[in-house]
Antibody, heavy 121, light 107 residues
Framework: EVQLVQSGAEVKKPGESLKLSCKTSGFSFRNYWIAWVRQVPGKGLEWVGIIYPGDHDTRYSPSFQGQVTISADTSITTAYLQWSSLKASDTAMYYC??????????????WGQGALVTVSS | EIVLTQSPATLSLSPGEGATLSCRASQSVSSYLAWYQQKPGQAPRLLIYDASNRATGIPARFSGSGSGTDFSLAISILEPEDFAVYYCQQRSNWPLTFGGGTKVEIK
């Protein structure tokens, strides 16, 4: 069974750092793109970026380039989304999601449960 | 960046009726378009990939069509569990992008 289990909700202050995790199982982690998607409460879905764990090829949305870092640890089949300095505008739900088919990137057939990040002074 | 525009923003319908949702791309995405359903408090669920292919386990009342810049998601007979927000997403070009969503609400 494919599973993506995300780390829990976080409450942080502006300027603090944060690393979210997405622990996966049930598929060949190295061979599927893993994406991160943001959803501000009450708003739509925004693609943050994506990583191919097999070679660590990483792509970012221009809106998030330089603001976040996506990484993966193949030894523990886990993907990460991290910030070095959070802003209040980073407050949102963040989902990780797995590429649906090995032959084509990328739409997403399995999603994590989401992690709510709240940034407030 | 390819912009996806979904219409209408809200669709008010009754169970048993049919629904047609639209997604228009700012440039051609060929057939590389997916549709997702999201219910409150839940992660999105993949319904359709590559414009017209139902994902695993998706009921036949959901169908997708279109290519190039104009796409549709049809729900033939709305069941109570189909009232949700629907998003389109293109995978033709980086960056991947989502449409703004269509809410299908109970009339």
């Amino acid at each position: 069974e494919v599973q993506l289990v995300q780390s829990g909700a976080e409450v942080k202050k502006p300027g603090e750092s944060l690393k979210l995790s997405c622990k996966t199982s049930g598929f060949s982690f190295r061979n599927y793109w893993i994406a991160w998607v943001r959803q501000v409460p009450g708003k739509g879905l925004e693609w943050v970026g994506i990583i191919y764990p097999g070679d660590h090829d990483t792509r970012y949305s221009p809106s998030f380039q330089g603001q976040v870092t996506i990484s993966a640890d193949t030894s523990i089949t886990t993907a990460y989304l991290q910030w070095s300095s959070l802003k209040a505008s980073d407050t949102a739900m963040y989902y990780c999601a797995k590429q649906s088919r090995g032959s084509a990137c990328c739409d997403f057939d399995h999603w994590g449960q989401g992690a709510l990040v709240t940034v407030s002074s | 960046e390819i912009v996806l525009t979904q219409s209408p923003a809200t669709l008010s319908l009754s169970p048993g009726e049919g629904a047609t949702l639209s997604c228009r791309a700012s440039q051609s995405v060929s057939s590389y378009l997916a549709w997702y359903q999201q219910k409150p408090g839940q992660a999105p669920r993949l319904l359709i990939y590559d414009a017209s292919n139902r994902a695993t386990g998706i009921p036949a009342r959901f169908s997708g069509s279109g290519s190039g810049t104009d796409f549709s998601l049809a729900i033939s007979i709305l069941e109570p569990e189909d009232f949700a927000v629907y998003y389109c997403q293109q995978r033709s070009n980086w960056p991947l992008t989502f449409g703004g969503g269509t809410k299908v609400e109970i009339k």
